[in-house]
T-cell receptor
Framework: SQKIEQNSEALNIQEGKTATLTCNYTNYSPAYLQWYRQDPGRGPVFLLLIRENEKEKRKERLKVTFDTTLKQSLFHITASQPADSATYLCALDPTDSWGKLQFGAGTQVVVTP | DTGVSQNPRHKITKRGQNVTFRCDPISEHNRLYWYRQTLGQGPEFLTYFQNEAQLEKSRLLSDRFSAERPKGSFSTLEIQRTEQGDSAMYLC?????????????FGPGTRLTVT
């Protein structure tokens, strides 16, 4: 069966350091992968999309890599700030139907001053 | 505000009652999605619409669930004969599927509690 796995333990990190989150998937061959941020009691907010032919993508302090051989994506937050504290979700479209997303359970990031 | 809106934000109902949620997507978006999220889990896909056509329904969506998107604008999700297992956050999202843009914009969700 198709599965998306993210670190279930919260990631506690000091302000200014780089947070690295992992998303592993099995039994998929996705054309693209997305990362979202979710704050408590709110809906997810889109951050980045990376395609299968892209190895790396950046947006401000965020960087995403996509290794289709390892079936893994890494999400980095550089120079982390307390405002980056949230749960980060990775999502795949299992049928490449442009929108029917399957999400991982998310990894909570806590950035302390 | 031009984002996705959902109403109500919270709903408490007794088991066996029917409930209906509304989602107003971003106006120019042609796709609308419904997801369900329980504590500690990511959102689970329920169904989606391309304009007014419902294109796919998840196996999670039992016969007690029905969704509509009349005229391709707002959407409603109805749950009949609610059960305690229906307690969750119901999220709506919309997107404009054109070219290579696939990101989804989520609403704040409707939290359902079935007592």
């Amino acid at each position: 069966s198709q599965k998306i796995e993210q670190n279930s333990e919260a990631l506690n990190i000091q302000e200014g350091k780089t947070a690295t989150l992992t998303c592993n998937y099995t039994n998929y061959s996705p054309a693209y992968l997305q990362w979202y941020r979710q704050d408590p009691g709110r809906g997810p907010v889109f951050l980045l999309l990376i395609r299968e032919n892209e190895k790396e993508k950046r947006k401000e302090r965020l960087k995403v890599t996509f290794d289709t051989t390892l079936k893994q994506s890494l999400f980095h937050i550089t120079a982390s700030q307390p405002a980056d504290s949230a749960t980060y979700l990775c999502a795949l479209d299992p049928t490449d139907s442009w929108g029917k997303l399957q999400f991982g359970a998310g990894t909570q990031v806590v950035v302390t001053p | 505000d031009t984002g996705v809106s959902q109403n109500p934000r919270h709903k408490i109902t007794k088991r066996g009652q029917n409930v209906t949620f509304r989602c107003d997507p971003i106006s120019e978006h042609n796709r609308l999605y419904w997801y369900r999220q329980t504590l500690g889990q990511g959102p689970e896909f329920l169904t989606y619409f391309q304009n007014e056509a419902q294109l796919e329904k998840s196996r999670l969506l039992s016969d007690r669930f029905s969704a509509e998107r009349p005229k391709g604008s707002f959407s409603t999700l109805e749950i009949q004969r609610t059960e305690q297992g229906d307690s969750a956050m119901y999220l709506c999202a919309s997107s404009l599927v054109i070219g290579s843009s696939y990101e989804q914009y989520f609403g704040p969700g409707t939290r359902l509690t079935v007592t």
